[in-house]
């Protein structure tokens, strides 16, 4: 699956500053070309160095060898990877990004990862005196292409108010829900919702089929009314279609809904229905859809 060129958007206008993106995969990678085109000084870093070369031969910016290269004098450094493990890796340690931020610089992380490690970070980043907020998004491939991001943040108010204006060049909306790891945290209860709307979509769907009826006809008549959701909107029709390349891949979401279970077992939150969707989407890897997008749930139904 390839990445689709970053879509054009009225950016507000602020005043330029020198930022950072670590992770130049299917987000990270037209979030930062967003920042390069609101007229920021960008430089990237991904692991693959290619990517990173192809980045700024597109967008103009600059490309560096280490994440502690590209954090080098940017004001604020964004990051989106897969997990704390991969987290860990591009922010602490020689090479890091947190040993070339200069001092009250931000790290913003867009990576959904756990809680305990944006505190972790948030933690460490004072000690060094720097900024952290945990930021993860949601919005899918889509919404990064589009800069119609929804953005979910943990932090102190007064950094939040520092990186909003920034960030909202990729975004719809920048939130801040609470202290360091709410944002982490508000992106389970995200997973959560869209693993129970998911599932009921794709028994829905499934069972107009086998009735006979139209379903993409149906999915247009019931999308006005009290069963509408995002993802009825944007996948209803693709699933009947039986097509699953659309972003978000199974192995991901299976990733995100781990963290949340456990969460709550820490917690003691009870989530029967989100376990229960987790290992329907563990049928589906096994199934050999370990990249299909979220909505290949119905193939279990099939």
């Not at 987000?27 to 692991?47: I, K, Q």
């Not at 006809?217 to 959701?229: E, R």
């Not at 096994?286 to 139904?301: A, E, P, Q, V, Y």
Request: net charge neutral; with cysteine; aromatic share 6%.
């Amino acid at each position: 699956m390839t990445t689709p060129s970053i879509q054009p958007r009225e950016y507000e206008k602020i005043s330029a500053l020198k930022v950072a993106f670590i992770g130049l995969g299917v987000m990270g990678l037209p979030m930062a070309g967003h920042l390069a085109r609101a007229g920021h000084h960008v430089t990237v870093y991904n692991r693959t160095e290619a990517k990173a070369r192809a980045w700024a031969a597109e967008f103009g910016g600059q490309h560096a060898t280490t994440p502690q290269k590209a954090a080098e004098q940017a004001d604020i450094v964004f990051c989106c990877v897969g997990n704390d493990n991969d987290l860990r890796s591009v922010v602490l340690g020689d090479t890091g990004a947190f040993a070339g931020m200069k001092p009250n610089s931000v790290f913003v992380d867009h990576t959904t990862a756990s809680a305990d490690i944006a505190k972790e970070l948030a933690a460490i980043a004072h000690e060094k005196g720097l900024a952290f907020i945990d930021a993860p998004v949601s919005g899918g491939q889509a919404g990064a292409v589009n800069g119609l991001l929804t953005v979910m943040c943990g932090g102190d108010a007064q950094t939040f108010e520092r990186i909003k204006p920034v960030a909202m060049h990729f975004s719809r909306a920048v939130t801040l829900v609470g202290e360091s790891g709410a944002g982490q945290l508000a992106k389970m209860v995200n997973q959560i919702c869209i693993a129970g709307l998911v599932q009921a979509l794709s028994e829905g769907i499934a069972f107009g089929q086998a009735a006979g009826l139209d379903m993409k006809l149906v999915l247009d008549v019931i999308s006005k009314g009290a069963a509408q959701s995002w993802q009825m909107e944007n996948r209803g029709d693709t699933m009947v279609d039986n097509k699953f390349d659309f972003g978000f891949a199974v192995d991901w979401m299976r990733k995100d809904l781990g963290l949340a279970i456990n969460e709550a077992n820490r917690n003691g939150a009870r989530l029967p229905v989100t376990a229960l969707v987790d290992q329907f989407y563990a049928d589906v890897q096994k199934m050999g859809g370990r990249r299909f997008d979220t909505s290949s749930l119905i193939k279990r139904l099939g």
